[in-house]
């Protein structure tokens, strides 16, 4: 299946758009840990085309993160094609992905992202709209459907290709069950089967495993990872081996986890302005990183109250030099010693 920019064709793997991670530090560490492709969060066409600061600014990335695809969302057509326009002329990425997934209310409410879903025309006109506004590739992102009654993944996703689409992604859920329940594979399968386009599938995979059993049952000609990445970004370079039939790479032990989520916070500072607003924002893939290795409770509170790198430093090197006093069972002592020592203190203490 060939992609409608210069990717490899044997299955890419690609680290899905998500707002507050897939950020441009994310966005490299994955690239380097085997992604092949990644997208930006999704960004308002409206904040785009006004150029709003705080827009402009997440649109950011280096040329080690090609190929790359900005996401952009908006119920407006015109709006979307002047978003386009923009993107294409100051920022030229690979492809330009128009998100009609998203069920944040705040922008379903303006019938962006998944909101698009209630009204196919609207959809087609979006597709049109950014399609006549840029030379580079339109891609799209959905959902199977706004809703049970109108969970029709196969008829949108010819809708999308007929309006010019030239990939489809589909998380296949509704926009109203949310995260709920289980991503149905099978809409994957029968998407693949329908559309001339290349299809990515997504949903559900949290393991190298899940990646490639998706790949298998539904035919999909790109995985697409979102959760499966947090904490752990040599997710693909492990999915990259079982596709090829080799081995699959043991995940990092715990010193060289904590290594690169060191190297990810100082890209993430490097990358911010604010680097203790960058420190604080980076707390939750700390907590991603540690999750899983002993005594992650503790380790994680400590993370949590974070305001700098350095003190990242030392938390992690606290841990290294005594992991044992993480250990659950040692802190429970711990307490039990601390407070058998209360009891038996003197009244007058
Ligand atoms: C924190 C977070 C932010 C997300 N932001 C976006 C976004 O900006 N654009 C988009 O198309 N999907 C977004 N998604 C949806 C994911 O791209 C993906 O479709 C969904 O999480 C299902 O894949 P998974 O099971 O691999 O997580 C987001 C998901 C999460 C968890």
């Known amino acids: 299946m060939r992609f409608p920019f210069k990717v490899r064709d044997d299955i890419p793997l690609y680290l899905a758009p998500m707002a507050g991670v897939s950020e441009s530090p994310f966005r490299r560490l994955c690239r380097r840990f085997g992604a ?13 085309r006004r150029e709003n600061a705080a827009t402009l600014d997440k649109l950011r990335f280096g040329g080690d993160e090609r190929p790359i695809g900005v996401q952009i969302f908006g119920a407006d057509p015109a709006a979307m094609g002047d978003a386009a326009r923009l993107v294409t002329d100051v920022f030229e990425p690979e492809f330009i992905d128009i998100n009609f997934g998203c069920p944040v209310k705040k922008v379903v409410r303006r019938n962006g992202g998944s909101g698009c879903l209630k009204d196919l025309s609207l959809v087609e006109s979006v ?25 029709l993944p196969v008829e949108i996703a010819l809708r999308c290709q007929d309006a010019g689409a030239k990939a489809l992604a589909l998380h296949p859920r509704t926009r109203t069950q949310m995260y709920s329940g289980s991503a149905r594979w099978e809409e994957i399968a029968a998407v693949a089967g329908a559309l001339d386009i290349p299809v990515i599938g997504n949903g ?34 492990q999915t990259r081996a079982l596709l ?11 010193e ?31 907590g991603w990183y540690v999750k899983g290795v ?13 305001v700098s790198l350095s003190e990242v430093e030392d938390v ?15 802190i429970a002592a711990a307490i039990s010693d601390e407070s058998a020592g209360l009891e038996s203190a003197p009244a007058a203490a």
């Open 244 to 254: 090829e039939g080799k081995p699959k790479p043991e995940a990092p032990k715990i």
């Open 294 to 306: 002993p005594g992650s409770a503790e380790l994680r509170r400590k993370l949590h109250a974070v």
């Open 127 to 151: 597709i049109r709209s950014v399609s006549g506004s840029t030379h580079l590739p339109v891609t799209v992102k959905i959902r199977s459907g706004w809703s049970e009654e109108t969970r």
């Open 204 to 237: 559900d995979i949290k393991t190298a495993e899940d990646a490639v059993r998706m790949q298998r049952e539904t035919g999909c000609a790109a995985i697409m990872i979102a959760r499966g990445s947090f904490g752990q970004p040599w997710i693909f370079d």
């Open 36 to 48: 092949d492709v990644v997208v930006t969060e999704f960004l308002s066409a409206e904040g785009i």
């Open 316 to 330: 992690f090197a606290s841990y290294l030099a005594n992991p044992h006093r993480y250990d659950d069972a040692h």
């Open 256 to 286: 060289r986890r904590f290594e690169i989520a060191l190297e990810h916070a100082h890209m993430a500072e490097e990358y911010e302005a604010d680097p203790r607003g960058a420190a604080i924002e980076f707390r939750k893939h700390l």
